[in-house]
């Protein structure tokens, strides 16, 4: 007979499915349950072997500590050095009552037995059968036939004058407290030549009752109760033997297997009972599932993904639900990875600065005081620079490695790219800190090896104090940052934030960022000194120098902000901007018909760009200025530099025509070979051995001898520096070819130098004749 309402065919359908489904999974569920309930008896039966092994470890991790303890005692090194074996006696003897050791044994130097809880004084220790270490001064020894845990302590005074060892019976009340930490049944045997002499333990198994090595495990059957055992040897050595036989029972398992194929069959039983209603129920209810995921997918867009959008249905229903639910794991998987990363460096997998920040902030809101610190790797960009950004990674993962491992286990570490490592130390002040910062220091400064390269690193740090220093944890960074910065390689590798370098911090930092603005502000600007010809008295070079009158900070020397412009690379902006000032006044000086040469200074990191040669030419070419106009200085020490790069440079430059010097001669350290390899025409003597001149000096000797060597090699000869008329008539006495300083102009501005060179046209002509 054919059906002929869909709603009935569904729910015969969906009984008829649903019946044949539960009667298969109960099948299934049923042939499982047994090997489910041995599985998990043969992982907790693991996880307890495990867990036996760690607690042992523990144990005699504990009692070493506390026999390491006696050993540097002073009172009992003492006794010790002068031999007092009483006093010896009664602290060995004191110490084994209070860690309840069963056996303690004084030895000497030569290891004979001095003091002992067991064995004549006088010989040696003779007793142990075998032994074999558990871990470090940790072992497990046989003595005289019985299992014992040992454990040893070097007395040092301070060399070796004798040791200490404790020993702990593996017994009864031990396997008793194993066995409440482990829950399983613990005996210890204790075999010789192939046979067990002795067994103790929580369970009384048959003297042949052996059971298989870790990890495997076996059923075994003791006064018709299951278990499953696995042994576990702590000593094999010389036909001696100490294991452990760990039993779990399977009785609970079984019973718990058993309730539960009971209540599946009752679950399978009513749910086919229930079938037919409930498939009449879905028929008429298919609202509520879309209801159901509706409210998930709303309670997912409000942040909740605790509770899953399942629903227990194998239709397109349930397919969308597992979707959803897929979705909720997906966005609460990201959303911790987003809050992990708020707080962690993403390289090292420390606490990053904002982690730092709000750890700096509970702390103090506690009270208290504490130490932050700040390591900082001197020498990172010139490690960017010659490896690249992968190979500086992994030194930074490595050196974090190195010192998470060194750090007190009461502080917190973080890393700040830019900024190094940041530690906080609670309550602890400044000189303590100063010892733990050079420890990691040290730590941190051990030869690396990373990609078959071995290096060591130079790290410096700085320390900042609260509440001496700041309560406010922003000001803290900023501090400890400034701290670290006035650290330098060496004696005063670590230093102590200092109030009074805040405000040249600060200036330093404030002129750090409107250098890069300058030039759009108009705050710099070009004065010219002139030099002049001592054999014509003419003046036919000027030099070109840059100015900055900041609209706050008012006029800034030329030492202070050239150098902040050379570490920070605002440098090559600052020669950009004097290259254009300079082209373009002497468009205007030679539509005026003023005939000059301009010298201008450049950084040796002008020289080591290699389209440098190729700026001045466009800037040149585009106020058509002849290249013969322009000079170029460059001081001696930047040569140094990068010497290859600088001469292939300067030789472009002298190739467009340009004329080069090398400024402030001899106060650097380059050899007369690579005076002579450079292309220049003129060496300038540094002002400092001109200022103050005299007939006789020392400073005579060496410009009279630079002048000689200077013309010897065909190079002209301008000295700085000239404060009066004595210097300037004693320099053209001696031959040099120009001078320059206060006596004959100061630095002055493009139109006052036209105004002074039209004064002084005759003036220095005759001084010459005079």
Not at 124 to 133: E, G, M, T, V, Y
Not at 492 to 506: E, F, L, N, V
Not at 578 to 586: P, R, Y
Request: glycine content about 6%.
């Amino acid at each position: 007979m054919r059906i002929k309402h869909l709603r009935t065919r569904m729910i015969l359908l969906l009984v008829g499915l649903l019946a044949l489904v539960l009667g298969a999974f109960f099948v299934a569920v049923h042939s499982a349950t047994d090997s489910s309930a041995e599985r998990q008896a043969r992982q907790q039966l693991q996880v307890g072997g495990d867990v036996f092994i760690r607690l042992l470890e523990l144990r005699g991790k504990g009692l070493e500590a506390a026999t390491q303890i006696l050993a540097a005692d002073f009172g009992f090194r003492e006794a010790v050095a002068s031999g007092d074996l009483p006093t010896i006696r009664s602290a060995l003897v004191n110490q084994a009552r209070r860690i309840d050791a069963d056996e303690a044994w004084f030895f000497d130097a030569e290891g004979i037995t001095r003091v002992s809880s067991a064995v004549t004084e006088g010989r040696s220790f003779s007793l142990i059968s075998a032994i074999q270490r558990l871990d470090d001064n940790v072992f497990v020894a046989l003595i005289d036939d019985q299992p014992y845990l040992i454990v040893d302590a070097d007395v040092m005074a301070p060399l070796l004058v004798g040791q200490v060892v404790m020993a702990f019976r593996l017994d009864v009340e031990l396997a008793k407290s194993m066995k409440r930490l482990t829950g399983l049944e613990v005996t210890f045997d204790t075999g010789q030549a192939g046979g067990v002499v002795d067994r103790v333990g929580t369970l009384q198994l048959p003297q042949g009752v052996i059971g298989l090595e870790a990890p495997a495990s076996s059923s075994l059957t003791l006064n018709q109760h299951v278990f499953l055992a696995t042994q576990i040897t702590l000593l094999e050595q010389q036909g001696f033997s100490i294991k452990t036989q760990l039993l779990s029972p399977m009785a609970e398992v079984i019973a718990i297997s058993s309730r539960l194929e009971r209540k599946l069959l009752f679950i399978t039983l009513i749910a086919l009972a229930l079938s037919s209603l409930a498939a009449f129920v879905m028929a008429s209810s298919l609202s509520r599932p879309v209801s159901l995921l509706a409210e998930a997918a709303r309670r997912i867009g409000q942040g909740d993904y605790s509770r899953p959008a399942l629903l227990k249905r194998s239709d397109e229903l349930g397919l969308l639900a597992e979707s959803i639910d897929d979705m909720r794991q997906e966005i609460a998987l990201r959303e911790r990875q987003i809050a992990h990363n708020i707080y962690h460096d993403p390289l090292t997998g420390l606490g990053n600065w904002t982690k730092i920040r709000d750890e700096l902030t509970e702390i103090i809101a506690r009270g208290g005081s504490g130490v932050l610190v700040a390591f900082d790797l001197a020498e990172s960009d010139d490690l960017l620079k010659a490896h690249g950004q992968a190979f500086s990674s992994l030194v930074i993962q490595a050196s974090a490695d190195r010192i998470w491992s060194k750090v007190p286990d009461s502080s917190m570490l973080a890393y700040h790219p830019g900024q190094g490592f940041l530690l906080i130390l609670s309550g602890v002040d400044a000189d303590q800190s100063t010892i733990t910062a050079d420890n990691l220091i040290s730590a941190l400064s051990e030869r690396m090896v990373i990609n078959e390269l071995e290096f060591n690193l130079v790290w410096l740090a700085g320390i900042v104090a609260w509440p001496q220093h700041s309560e406010d944890p922003d000001e803290l960074l900023r501090q400890v940052a400034i701290a670290a910065a006035d650290a330098r390689p060496g004696l005063a590798r670590i230093a102590i934030y200092q109030a009074q370098r805040d405000q040249d911090y600060m200036r330093r930092l404030r002129l750090i960022h409107d250098i890069h603005f300058a030039p759009q502000l108009r705050e710099l600007s070009v004065v010219y000194q002139p030099k002049l010809d001592l054999a014509s008295g003419e003046v036919r070079q000027v030099e070109a120098l840059i100015r900055w009158h900041h609209s706050e900070l008012g006029f800034i020397s030329p030492d202070e902000f050239i150098l902040l412009a050379e570490q920070t690379g605002s440098i090559h902006k600052l020669t950009q901007w004097i290259l254009e000032a300079v082209a373009s006044q002497m468009r205007i000086w030679t539509d005026k018909g003023v005939e000059l040469q301009v010298a201008i200074n450049v950084s040796a990191l002008d020289l080591d760009n290699e389209g440098f040669a190729d700026q001045v030419a466009a800037v040149l070419q585009a106020h058509n200025i002849n290249p013969v106009s322009l000079a170029v200085e460059v001081t001696e020490s930047a040569l140094m530099i990068n010497p290859a790069r600088s001469l292939r440079s300067l030789h472009r430059l002298r190739d467009m025509g340009i004329s080069l010097a090398v400024d402030d001669y001899g106060t650097g350290y380059s050899s007369l070979a690579m005076l002579k390899s450079l292309p220049v025409q003129d060496l300038k003597i540094d002002k400092s051995f001109v200022l103050e001149l005299t007939e006789g000096s020392d400073d005579a000797v060496i410009v009279r001898s630079t002048i000689e060597l200077a013309h010897n090699m065909g190079l002209k000869v301008i000295a700085e520096g000239v404060e009066n008329a004595v210097s300037l008539e004693w320099l053209r006495a001696l031959g040099c070819d120009t001078a320059q300083g206060y006596f004959i102009s100061r630095p002055i501005a493009a139109l006052d130098l036209e105004t002074w060179l039209q004064a002084n046209r005759t003036t220095y002509k005759k001084l010459e004749h005079s």
